[in-house]
């Protein structure tokens, strides 16, 4: 049987946040090496990352529960 195309979409909601995962790092550790505004800036940009891959995990949960799927993941 055939599975639909949005049945892969928790796992490929899973490896963007992998990715989301390194910018949030590489955003943090940046800002804790720079002083001043540009200390800030790079701060904002690691919560920010954070939150969105936060929001991914919610979404790919509640798709992969939804459709009953059991992500390798």
Known sequence: M??????????AITSVRFVLAVGCL??????????GPERSMFGA???NVFIVAALTD??????????????PF
């Open 45 to 47: 940009w690691g919560i």
């Open 26 to 35: 590489f955003a943090l550790a940046r800002a804790g090496a720079l002083e």
């Open 58 to 71: 919610v979404l790919g949960g509640y798709l992969a529960r939804r459709w009953n799927e059991v992500p």
């Open 2 to 11: 055939p599975v639909a195309w949005w049945h892969a979409l928790p796992n």
